[in-house]
């Protein structure tokens, strides 16, 4: 019998949930009993899937590190993937940052008519003014929709969250950092030990590993219904085009500079270093970058991303799953793209041109700060507040401008969350082919055979 593909059926539940919420969302129906219910229904499911998703991230993280690492065999080879990773991490990182600024130093946002934007202004203004009056009101608004809820640290934090205290705290708190850097010292310790326990133990994980694989392919079956509960309640909020009447010239210098990243500047990486096809890439990555877009969440997203990157590309389980789940906690291209442009738009709706100097510390601290945001939706707003606190920009109130850029924030989470989670694909990739894995996207069936 036909069988749509798995990315089809969740483009059409998204096509379907943007129709649904559009609805949803009309004026005359807002309050509607109905929709009120049919809403609440759409959140329960949604709930569901993204509990489902992170039900399998702490085994999967763990099991995958560890029988990655513990196959690397012997620790130079673990140097050299490791060197490589961080260099793709933080090169793709400075592209996209770069992208960000160029356009948004060309195009200036803020401005309108060759002057700072008044209407912004205003509406900073008004913020602020509400954020003076009752203080806890910007807290409520952003811890209210979980946008407060694991925010950023400063590096000092995200050492020593590196090497946690507590393992098992780490994983009940879903401290990522602290969990990878433990699961890598396993892994490191199952390549130094000889004898049956210690093959037995790696033996083990091997196992948890492709039954958390398997696990997560069930839970794809539901995708779709699980996408389109996740989107009718955004769009409903929200509204198509609501997301773009504010904060339109600001969004588009987002959008726009992602887009290059996602089509210009990867597939340029993906076919001169990587050698590889883009257009067999996408088609690999399409499940996962789906699902990325709309759950907002690249670690969430991240059982999906191992599974593409193995099953459809074809990445050996020894690259993917050194990099992929990193990847998913460090390597935030999309983030760090935001968190400038926001930056360099606040001060230009204030009036004040930001000069080489400061614009170099916000690159710096974007740089910094994208690796402490947690994979979950709307992390960076709290990096953002950190970049504007330091950058101490006169006449601007950090916490207004956020509040009012929250308006547009979610339709841009899932876009840069796309692109976040298609660098650490194309980063796996890359540095797979660079060791040598000639079978990468080479267009075996279903792309290439996942390799052990
Ligand atoms: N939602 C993003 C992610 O999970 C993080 C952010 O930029 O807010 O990748």
Known sequence: MFKLKEHWQILIALVAAAIVGAIFGAEALKEAPFVKGATAVCQFFGDLFMNALKMVIVPLIVASIISGIAGLGKMEGFGRLGGKTIGYYAGTSLIAILTGLILVNAIKPGYRDGKPDERIKQAFDAQ???????????????????????????????????????????????????????????????????GDGPAAFKNMFDGLNDVMIAITRLIMKFAPIGVFALVVPVIAETGVTGVFQSLAKFAAVVLLALGIHFFVAMPLLLKFVGKVSPIRHYKAMAEALLTAFSTASSSATLPITLRCIRDNAGVSRRVSSFTLPLGATVNMDGTALYECVVVIFAAQVVGVEMTFGEQFVVVFLALITSIG???????????????????????????????????????????RTAVNVFSDSCGAVIIARTEGEEDVLSGGPGGASAKG
């Open 128 to 194: 602020a003014e509400l954020i003076a009056k009752d203080p806890a009101q910007f807290e409520k608004v952003t811890s209210a929709s979980g946008r407060a809820e694991k925010g950023t640290k400063n590096i000092a934090d995200v050492l020593k969250d590196m090497v946690p205290a507590n393992p098992v705290k780490a994983a009940a708190d879903g401290q990522m950092l602290g969990l990878i850097f433990f699961s890598i010292l396993i892994g490191w310790a199952l390549t130094q030990l000889t």
């Open 373 to 415: 945001v947690a994979g979950v939706p709307s992390a960076s707003l709290v990096a953002i507040l950190i970049i504007l606190n330091s950058a101490k920009i006169p006449g601007l109130v950090p916490e207004a401008a956020m509040a009012f850029i929250l308006t547009v924030d979610r339709f841009l989470d899932m876009c």
